[in-house]
């Protein structure tokens, strides 16, 4: 992996120019040990070749990113991401594909979008729109106000989590990951290494800085993985399966974690087949069928719209003969200890004709969004 920067450590924190010296993760590695993204796990297709696309991004002019600028914070929900009306189509042979047809997303700082959509669906092309590595036949992208088209320094704003280890080169530790991937991204390796420190104290991974990420657990890559992303401060975080091949706790670990760097300003925009990781994890979702998006809404209002108004009443023990027929006058209909009600408007008639039998659970009909997602693909 080559990068163009004015050396491997740049003098001045965090500012750098363009030059041919190389930087390579081999000075970390053992004598005659040969590396290369595809044999330390990067990924080579898809979405997940977009991590290793972003770090490489050649800089093709002269930048001033230092770290002494100002650090005032934004104010809260400021526009991170603006994509207005994103078109791609691919031509091979006499067949044109159109890939993306007219996607527009806004995505504020401190909230977390979850870009969803079935395979083949303009997600990843989307995505790379985005990022600065497709251009757009129409259309137009800002990150932090700036065209990654046009303005090199706006790929400064973006950090990806793409296959959680596929971003990291498993014979490094997680220490010399975090180092590495500072100075690829401008900063100096003392800052590279304060800031790594930083960050294995943060999640926890202080007794593993040492050892290499191939011996780690799926999830501590995965936190590894997502601190190399952040490593430069970025505004705006690309997750793609966060949670994917984690067992219960780590999946717990990693959620925590997202939703404290989404709390601390970074915008995110997930990606992901686990309907229910977006659910918990996403203020808003924006669905993508056949290159255009079909649904963006606030998450709740989404599934809220798709949920019924029927509630179901389960008691600790089925209710007597009269209280049956008091509850058939008022349209509920029962089953054993369950008492069924068609509107809201029954709830509390019903709730005062049950006083004092003893409650177990009152539940709403209400949908999820993976119910909400396979009805709107399915039907748009």
Same mark, same amino acid.
């Given at each position: 992996?080559?990068?163009?920067?004015?050396?491997?450590?740049?003098?001045?924190?965090?500012?750098?120019?363009?030059?041919?010296?190389?930087?390579?993760?081999?000075?970390?590695?053992?004598?005659?040990?040969?590396?290369?993204?595809?044999?330390?796990?990067?990924?080579?297709?898809?979405?997940?070749?977009?991590?290793?696309?972003?770090?490489?991004?050649?800089?093709?002019?002269?930048?001033?990113?230092?770290?002494?600028?100002?650090?005032?914070?934004?104010?809260?929900?400021?526009?991170?991401?603006?994509?207005?009306?994103?078109?791609?189509?691919?031509?091979?042979?006499?067949?044109?594909?159109?890939?993306?047809?007219?996607?527009?997303?806004?995505?504020?700082?401190?909230?977390?979008?979850?870009?969803?959509?079935?395979?083949?669906?303009?997600?990843?092309?989307?995505?790379?729109?985005?990022?600065?590595?497709?251009?757009?036949?129409?259309?137009?992208?800002?990150?932090?106000?700036?065209?990654?088209?046009?303005?090199?320094?706006?790929?400064?704003?973006?950090?990806?989590?793409?296959?959680?280890?596929?971003?990291?080169?498993?014979?490094?530790?997680?220490?010399?990951?975090?180092?590495?991937?500072?100075?690829?991204?401008?900063?100096?390796?003392?800052?590279?290494?304060?800031?790594?420190?930083?960050?294995?104290?943060? %999640? !926890? $991974?202080?007794?593993?800085?040492?050892? +290499? #990420?191939? &011996?780690?657990? *799926?999830?501590?890559?995965?936190?590894?993985?997502?601190?190399?992303?952040?490593?430069?401060?970025?505004?705006?975080?690309?997750?793609?399966?966060?949670? %994917? !091949? $984690?067992?219960?706790?780590?999946?717990? +670990? #990693?959620? &925590?974690?997202? *939703?404290?760097?989404?709390?601390?300003?970074?915008?995110?925009?997930?990606?992901?087949?686990?309907?229910?990781?977006?659910?918990?994890?996403?203020?808003?979702?924006?669905?993508?069928?056949?290159?255009?998006?079909?649904?963006?809404?606030?998450? *709740?209002?989404?599934?809220?719209?798709?949920?019924?108004?029927?509630?179901?009443?389960?008691?600790?023990?089925?209710?007597?003969?009269?209280?049956?027929?008091?509850?058939?006058?008022?349209?509920?209909?029962?089953?054993?200890?369950?008492?069924?009600?068609?509107?809201?408007?029954?709830?509390?008639?019903?709730?005062?004709?049950?006083?004092?039998?003893?409650?177990?659970?009152?539940?709403?009909?209400?949908?999820?969004?993976?119910?909400?997602?396979?009805?709107?693909?399915?039907?748009?």
């Amino acid at each position: 992996m080559l990068c163009r920067f004015n050396s491997a450590y740049p003098p001045n924190i965090g500012c750098y120019t363009e030059s041919r010296q190389p930087i390579s993760p081999n000075r970390y590695l053992k004598p005659n040990c040969e590396s290369t993204p595809q044999s330390e796990g990067f990924a080579t297709d898809g979405l997940t070749r977009l991590a290793l696309e972003i770090w490489a991004a050649p800089i093709h002019q002269t930048l001033h990113h230092c770290d002494n600028r100002d650090t005032t914070s934004h104010p809260a929900r400021m526009p991170i991401l603006e994509a207005q009306n994103l078109h791609k189509s691919y031509r091979q042979g006499k067949t044109t594909t159109n890939a993306v047809r007219g996607v527009s997303l806004t995505l504020n700082s401190g909230e977390i979008l979850a870009f969803l959509g079935p395979n083949g669906a303009g997600k990843t092309t989307s995505i790379k729109m985005i990022a600065g590595l497709v251009r757009p036949d129409d259309g137009w992208v800002k990150l932090d106000g700036l065209d990654p088209h046009k303005q090199s320094r706006a790929l400064k704003s973006i950090g990806a989590v793409l296959e959680g280890n596929r971003n990291l080169y498993w014979r490094l530790t997680p220490l010399e990951n975090l180092e590495y991937f500072g100075v690829l991204r401008g900063l100096s390796r003392k800052v590279a290494r304060q800031r790594g420190e930083e960050w294995l104290q943060r %999640l !926890g $991974l202080v007794d593993k800085r040492n050892v +290499t #990420v191939q &011996t780690l657990s *799926r999830g501590m890559q995965q936190k590894v993985a997502i601190a190399v992303a952040l490593i430069h401060r970025p505004k705006l975080l690309l997750l793609d399966e966060p949670t %994917l !091949g $984690l067992d219960v706790e780590a999946t717990q +670990t #990693v959620k &925590t974690v997202v *939703r404290e760097i989404a709390a601390s300003g970074c915008a995110i925009l997930l990606t992901t087949h686990q309907l229910d990781i977006a659910e918990d994890l996403s203020d808003r979702v924006a669905i993508i069928r056949q290159g255009q998006v079909i649904a963006e809404q606030p998450t *709740r209002e989404l599934i809220r719209q798709f949920s019924g108004t029927s509630y179901n009443i389960e008691l600790e023990e089925p209710p007597d003969a009269e209280t049956l027929i008091r509850l058939e006058h008022l349209g509920a209909t029962t089953k054993d200890n369950h008492i069924f009600i068609r509107g809201s408007e029954q709830l509390y008639d019903v709730l005062e004709k049950l006083r004092p039998l003893a409650i177990q659970e009152i539940k709403k009909d209400t949908a999820d969004l993976t119910e909400v997602f396979l009805k709107l693909v399915q039907d748009a």
